[in-house]
């Protein structure tokens, strides 16, 4: 089994003591191969202050991973410097960085009851018996676990086995704690309050936490701020609200949340507005975000509920064919034939209790410029 327990007193290495700036966490133009060949983490600079919760989002073979893994010292960075507290620590290995972990398969000891899972890092670090006890006890009360301790890992649901996963990184204190994808072998309600025990927790104790993820809701509701990974490179470190409203980049639009997608080629700007013209023939004005000049292609994006029904006067007005009506309670999910696309979703809101939108009909639809944004194709 990997070494997840992490010994030693930080302190012995000076590590309290912060020696430059005030980020706690930082990566600086960090690199990972592999292979010798293929940097699969490209140039990794990252800041992060004490408390913060941040999470690392993207898709599959992104780098998430392997970033926590060189945080928590079991892979090296073959270029760069990672520092924690202010302090070099690429060539201090993981069990003397002091970090908390908690991965997706729990790896709780099978043979040890649920209290010896949670006294055994405290032994490693020569913890006395009473002091110990008293920790383990506390441990598990803050994750409501405190009538299992004589259990063993297998006589627990899945939920409880990963609750005690949490206190075992939580029992000794560590003032950083690294969780990989934690929740995702629980079913979506247990996943849902885990999610908020742990930020809750995160709030009460004021951990520094770097999360894993690849769920998109998870990311925007627990953390401070996400950083969208894609093949190696942060495409975008924002708070959630950013990244949802002003996306850098079209890999970040299309990543977090629901995105209409229009392709056109600019034909004038004015100041920070450009003038795209589309494949039909029409012209529309959009925010010039992350797009080229004159003549250069550009991917614009607007999000399914910025779009108003109904105003022929409006800015980017336009005829709209309904191809499919969609029901959900709250709103309607219409599919639209617009400018040629025919995936383009509107959410129309479900206040008068239905939609007087019929499949087949043409209507206007119109965007504020402000709300379509013209990005890197
Ligand atoms: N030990 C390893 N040896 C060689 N290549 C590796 C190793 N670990 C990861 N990789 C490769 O590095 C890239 C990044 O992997 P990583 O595990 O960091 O991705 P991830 O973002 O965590 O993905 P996932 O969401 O699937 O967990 C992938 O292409 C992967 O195949
Ligand atoms: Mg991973």
């Known amino acids: 089994m990997r070494e997840i327990f992490c010994a030693d007193d930080l302190g012995e290495f000076g590590l309290n003591a912060a020696t430059s700036g005030s980020a706690f966490v930082e990566f600086d133009r960090v690199q990972k191969s592999y292979d010798g060949e293929v940097l699969v983490v490209k140039d990794l600079n990252l800041a992060m202050p004490k408390?913060?919760?941040?999470?690392?989002?993207?898709?599959s073979g992104s780098g998430k991973t392997t970033c926590l893994m060189m945080l928590a010292g079991f892979e090296t960075a073959t270029h760069g410097e990672i520092r924690l507290d202010g302090r070099e620590i690429n060539n201090i290995p993981p069990h003397k960085r002091g970090i908390g972990m908690v991965f997706q398969n729990y790896a709780l000891f099978p043979h040890m009851t649920v209290a010896e899972n949670l006294s055994f890092p405290l032994e490693v670090r020569k913890m006395g018996k009473s002091e110990r006890e008293a920790k383990v006890k506390h441990a598990l009360d803050m994750v409501q676990m405190g009538e299992f301790g004589n259990r063993r890992p297998a006589q627990l649901s899945g939920g409880q086995q990963q609750r005690v996963a949490l206190?075992?990184?939580?029992?000794?204190?560590?003032?950083?704690?690294?969780?990989?994808?934690?929740?995702?072998?629980?079913?979506?309600?247990?996943?849902?309050?885990?999610?908020?025990?742990?930020?809750?927790?995160?709030?009460?104790?004021?951990?520094?936490?770097?999360?894993?993820?690849?769920?998109?809701?998870?990311?925007?509701?627990?953390?401070?701020?996400?950083?969208?990974?894609?093949?190696?490179?942060?495409?975008?470190?924002?708070?959630?609200?950013?990244l949802y409203e002003r996306p850098d980049n079209s890999f970040v639009a299309q990543f977090i949340g629901e995105n209409n997608k229009l392709t056109g080629k600019i034909i004038g700007r004015n100041n920070d507005k450009v003038q795209v013209s589309l494949a039909d023939g029409s012209s529309i004005e959009a925010l010039a975000v992350n797009c080229g000049g004159e003549g250069e292609e550009t991917l614009m994006s607007i999000r399914p509920e910025r779009v108003v029904l109904g105003d022929d006067t409006a800015q980017n007005a336009t005829k709209a064919k309904v191809l499919e009506l969609i029901y959900l309670g709250d709103h309607i999910r219409c599919r639209m034939n617009v400018h040629g696309n025919e995936?383009?979703?509107?959410?129309?809101?479900?206040?008068?209790?239905?939609?007087?939108l019929k499949k087949g009909e043409e209507t206007t639809i119109s965007w504020l410029p402000e709300d379509c944004r013209a990005l890197d194709i």
Do not use: C, W
């Open 51 to 59: 408390g913060e919760f941040l999470t690392m989002l993207g898709p």
């Open 167 to 242: 206190a075992r990184a939580l029992v000794f204190d560590p003032e950083l704690v690294l969780m990989d994808e934690p929740l995702g072998a629980l079913d979506k309600q247990l996943r849902e309050h885990m999610q908020y025990e742990i930020k809750a927790l995160h709030d009460r104790l004021g951990i520094t936490v770097v999360y894993v993820t690849h769920d998109q809701s998870e990311a925007l509701t627990m953390s401070d701020r996400v950083a969208v990974f894609n093949d190696g490179v942060i495409q975008q470190l924002a708070p959630p609200e950013d």
């Open 343 to 356: 995936d383009f979703i509107v959410k129309v809101a479900n206040s008068a209790g239905h939609t007087h």
